[in-house]
Nanobody
Framework: QVQLVESGGGLVQPGGSLRLSCVAS????????MGWYRQTPGNQREFVATITASGSTNYADSVKGRFTLSRDNFKKTVYLQLNSLKPEDTAVYYC??????????????WGQGTQVSVSS
C-alpha cells in the first residue's frame, strides 16, 4: 500500500517561514515527479511547485523567489521551504507524486493535506 504523508504545516505571521515535508512509503518501485498543490475553501486545487527525479523544478509565478522545493530520493521525501509568507498563502497544502509501485501500474498519489495559515 503506497501512501504519502505530509507534515510541517501550522500558523505563522506574515513574513515568516515554514518547511513542509512529504514522505512516500509502501512497496515502491520508483518515484518520478513529486510536488505540492494547495487549495482554499470553495476553490480548485492549484499548482504550487514540482520537482523531477533528477531535480528539475517548476514553480507557480505566485511563489517564485519565496518557496523552494527539494527532494531526497533515498528517503523518498520532498520538502517545500516557504519563506516570506503572505496571508494569501493560507491554504491546505497537498503533496503529490507519480509513483510506480512494485506490482502495479504507475499512478498519481496524493497526501491527506496539511494546513498552512498566515495571519497576524
Amino acid at each position: 500500500q503506497v501512501q504519502l504523508v505530509e507534515s510541517g504545516g501550522g500558523l505563522v505571521q506574515p513574513g515568516g517561514s515554514l518547511r513542509l515535508s512529504c514522505v512516500a512509503s509502501g512497496t515502491i518501485g520508483s518515484i518520478s515527479t513529486m510536488g505540492w498543490y494547495r487549495q482554499t475553501p470553495g476553490n480548485q486545487r492549484e499548482f504550487v511547485a514540482t520537482i523531477t527525479a533528477s531535480g528539475s523544478t517548476n514553480y507557480a509565478d505566485s511563489v517564485k523567489g519565496r518557496f523552494t522545493l527539494s527532494r531526497d530520493n533515498f528517503k523518498k521525501t520532498v520538502y517545500l521551504q516557504l519563506n516570506s509568507l503572505k496571508p494569501e498563502d493560507t491554504a491546505v497544502y497537498y503533496c503529490n507524486a507519480e509513483i510506480r509501485p512494485l506490482y502495479t501500474a504507475t499512478r498519481t498519489y496524493w497526501g491527506q493535506g496539511t494546513q498552512v495559515s498566515v495571519s497576524s
